[in-house]
């Protein structure tokens, strides 16, 4: 990475990513030898300096100081091997970092193994049957519909619909889309049956010129954050001079992945002609990713139906990713399967949690898996080898059917458990859900991951696919990753580097078997390393992956403001004078924004019990607001001198600051959210305070 592109990136996002060029030479102060029998037996100084080797990042020139010879000689020889031992040091931890050893490699495939030879792969072939890709034309049909798209190809549908739904889309998102109508439609005419619409229909560009005039297009993006997207070199690409510095990058969220996907193509094609791509190092860079004013959006910030929207745009987002890397992913089918008795094992996720329900309300992940996982951050994060030693297989039978028969009636002891048995028993409840942790339908996306060659689009990919994934899964997942962090973190004690935790945990992951997968394709290396890489992304930059783009934000606002002015297509009369009215005070908020005042409700419960003023300045934050609140929270209403009440009712630590309507449907702010810019972005928004709608979940 250059360190010029770097500054300019930083400078629009977050103001400090500056790198500063490091040097990698060790420092040495050198002191006459007090071992003089040593020095003794040295040979003679010759005068002649040793020739560096200018490739060392640790190798460096001594010249003697003023003493005799032999000192000097001593001396030097002392540097000299404190330098060779710390480069060796130095080489063997970036060594460990870059690839995974013998000992992961051999560990992965010994998984794979137990996999194969467990129970339930008994059953493997009529599994394999059950699941089954789509036929032709299914495949479209089935894509458009989660996609929200399926009045595409209704006979039906009218042109209204179209344009609302597709105003949001970028210019590489609608390419896709329409990929996908001119397939099914190519199906239909295969098997002689007429196409209810012409593609030609939909995407006409007259209906979004005569139906949206007051839209503006989609893929006029920002030109700051193109500018910002095109100055970001290819990560595979870093100038001589910074090989040895810390490596950086940059996650630029304004843009849609698939539009930043055609500036990457087309700079490696650049780099491609003029240069020579180095080979990436395996080493994981650190990730900026500059925080725009209106802040970070958590997946568990959003309302249930504004985070359908986003799975909607995230799927085709990230099908026009898969369509420019070329990237042919084919969802499969799960058939019904008998589920067994059991109550915890082999249960689908859903049903698991909606019992669960029952017990702790709100819940987001199985209690079983709770339990499981809090036991294991007690006794088993210091155990050499967590994870990858096996437990005895006769414990685990007992200790399974102990917990299946006794869990829910508390009648469980874990002090007698061995960690090594519980791990082992946490890999096999991922095992045998009867669908895989990370679906049927993206779990071969997921492995096709590990062909991307750029690190970004492996983190654009990973990021899309996981706002696709049902709520119960992505929970589920975040508190398995969160714990595998947790094993990462005291690596110095229980040996587990990330290596070593990713090569485990990849094959319970993606091999599952319900899906004919790829992963295990030829028993070489690569497919090990590969695999595990993906894992080990996971692992890595999983607090990153659990967010929402800023450009998903802003499509998921735009198609909410175009459907709310629907009723504006019908007269043109209508339409062009209530657009001005909406221009119009759409400008308005925008004249005094010095003396801009919000009034904002507080609810308790769900009762709004009062109110609150507040002056926006434009250094004003939603920290700030709730900063306020809390001081007036503290008072006693009763009592105007300042009395704080003593039980704490009144304070909510848990309290957040929440945008409800308008463009959005309810959205839990960032504290860091410039709050004028916010209001400039959702004027017909309200703001209100309350407690957070995730307080009481465990995991997420």
């Known amino acids: 990475m ?17 790198l500063l060029p490091h040097t990698m030479l060790s420092r040495f102060r050198l002191r006459p030898s007090k ?41 030097a020889e002392d540097a000299r091997g404190t330098s060779h031992e710390q480069q060796q040091e130095q080489e063997q931890q970036q060594e460990q970092e870059q690839r995974p050893d013998k000992l992961c490699l051999d560990s992965f495939w010994t998984e794979v193994e137990t996999i194969r030879q467990g129970s339930g792969y008994a059953e493997l072939d009529c ?66 049956k007429p196409a209810p619409r012409d593609v030609r229909d939909v995407f006409d560009p007259p209906i979004n010129q005569t139906l949206l005039p007051e839209q503006q297009p989609s893929d006029e993006l920002s030109q700051g954050s193109m500018a910002s997207v095109a100055k970001t070199p290819l990560s595979v690409v870093t100038p001589e001079h910074q090989r040895g510095a810390i490596k950086e990058e940059f996650f630029i969220t304004d843009v849609a992945y698939c539009e930043q996907a055609v500036i990457f193509l087309k700079q490696a094609k650049l780099v491609q002609n003029n240069s020579q791509r180095r080979k990436e190092d395996g080493t994981l860079p650190r990730v900026v990713c500059p925080k725009c004013r209106l802040g970070v959006t958590r997946i568990q910030d959003l309302s249930h139906a504004d985070m359908k929207k986003v799975r909607q745009l995230a799927l085709i987002d990230m099908t026009a990713l898969c369509d420019l890397l070329e990237l042919e992913v084919k969802r ?42 809090s036991f294991l951050e007690k006794k088993g994060l210091d155990s050499e080898g967590i994870l990858r030693v096996p437990g005895s297989q006769s414990r685990i ?115 599952h078997k319900a899906v004919p997968s790829r992963l295990t394709d030829g028993a070489g290396k690569g497919q090990a390393e590969k695999a595990a890489d993906v894992m080990r992304l996971l692992i890595r930059y999983q607090d990153l992956l659990w967010t929402i783009p800023n450009f998903l934000m802003s499509q998921v606002r735009r198609l909410n403001e175009n459907s709310n002015r629907r009723y504006q297509f019908y007269d043109r009369r209508i339409k062009n004078l209530l657009r001005k009215i909406h221009t119009d005070s759409r400008e308005k908020p925008t004249k005094n924004n010095s003396d801009l005042c919000r009034t904002v409700k507080i609810q308790m419960g769900d009762v709004v019990s009062s109110t609150m003023e507040y002056q926006l300045s434009i250094n004003s934050r939603a920290s700030d607001l709730l900063t306020q609140f809390q001081r007036q929270s503290l008072r006693s209403p009763d009592n105007g001198k300042g009395k704080m009440r003593r039980n704490g009712s009144v304070t909510h630590p848990d309290c957040a600051l929440y945008e409800v309507g308008g463009n959005i449907g309810e959205h839990c702010l960032d504290p860091d959210t410039h709050l004028l810019d916010l209001f400039n972005s959702n004027s017909s928004g309200e703001w209100v305070i309350k407690l957070r709608a ?3 979940r465990g995991g997420l």
């Open 2 to 18: 250059g360190g010029r592109e770097e500054v300019v990136v930083s400078s629009s996002g977050s103001g400090s990513g500056m």
């Open 35 to 75: 071992k003089v029998a040593r020095s003794k037996r040295m040979k003679p100084f010759s005068g002649k300096k040793k020739a560096r080797n200018p490739g060392s990042p640790t190798e460096m020139s001594v010249e003697p100081w003023a003493g005799t010879q032999e000192q000097a000689a001593a001396a």
């Open 127 to 192: 599994a394999r049957r059950d699941s089954r890709q789509s036929e032709e034309g299914e495949q479209e049909e089935q894509w458009l519909a989660d996609a929200g798209l399926s009045n595409l190809i209704s006979e039906d549908s009218q042109d209204v619909d179209d344009a609302v739904l597709l105003s949001t889309l970028t210019r590489t998102q609608a390419e896709a889309v329409q990929r996908r109508v001119e397939s099914y439609t190519l199906s239909l005419r295969k098997r002689n």
């Open 332 to 373: 499969h089918k799960t058939g019904k399967r008998k589920i067994p008795e059991s109550s915890l094992f082999g249960v689908p996720l859903a049903t698991l949690l909606e019992n669960d329900q029952k017990i702790k309300a709100n819940t987001s992940t199985p209690l079983f898996l709770q339990a499981l996982l």
């Open 397 to 511: 039978k007992l200790l399974q059917q102990n917990l299946e028969t006794n869990f829910y009636s508390g009648n469980v002891s874990w002090d007698e458990v061995s960690p090594n048995d519980a791990a082992a028993l946490l890999k096999k409840f991922i095992r045998e859900l009867p669908a895989p942790l990370l679906t049927a339908e993206y779990l071969n996306t997921f492995s096709a991951v590990r062909d991307i060659t750029e690190l970004k689009q492996k983190l654009h990919m990973l990021n899309l696919l996981i706002l696709l994934l049902p709520e119960p899964n992505r929970s589920t997942l975040k508190a398995l990753l969160e714990f595998l962090s947790k094993v990462v973190s005291r690596e110095k004690r229980n040996r587990m580097n990330l290596w070593a935790v990713a090569t485990i945990m990849a094959p319970n992951l993606f091999l």
């Open 694 to 696: 995730n307080a009481g």
